[in-house]
Nanobody, 127 residues
């Protein structure tokens, strides 16, 4: 199974921006839907963004809508999450995950639909 590796996390101040990257080691990634999920200790995982295989369709949770943007680069085999106007409540470990079962324009909106997960990158937003 291909590996997914996240990067780009760090410690920032409220109002700052960060761009997270998700890199895949294999070719299946380019034909999968991809999601970004965040998790805090003691809290449920939250699917915050997703993008279809085609890139035509995207999904955003209400908590990040209008602040975060998901995109993908097929040549580099990467998916990105641009995070603007970060807030302390955005502090979490951010993981990317691939859904290999959906069709070309499908965006998985349930965490259970994602088959392959990275290890995560930590984002800390100070007030």
């Amino acid at each position: 199974q291909e590996q997914l590796v996240e990067s780009g996390g760090g410690l920032v101040q409220a109002g700052d921006s960060l761009r997270l990257s998700c890199a895949a080691s294999g070719s299946r990634f380019s034909t999968s839907a991809v999601g970004w999920i965040r998790q805090n200790p003691g809290k449920e995982r939250e699917l915050i963004a997703g993008i279809s295989w085609s890139s035509v369709r995207t999904y955003y949770a209400d908590s990040v809508k209008d602040r975060f943007s998901i995109s993908r680069d097929y040549v580099k085999n990467m998916v990105y999450l641009q995070m603007n106007d970060l807030k302390p409540e955005d502090t979490a470990v951010y993981l990317c995950a691939a859904d290999y079962a959906g069709d070309y324009h499908y965006v998985a909106t349930s965490i259970d639909e994602y088959d392959n997960w990275g290890q995560g990158t930590e984002v800390i937003v100070s007030s």
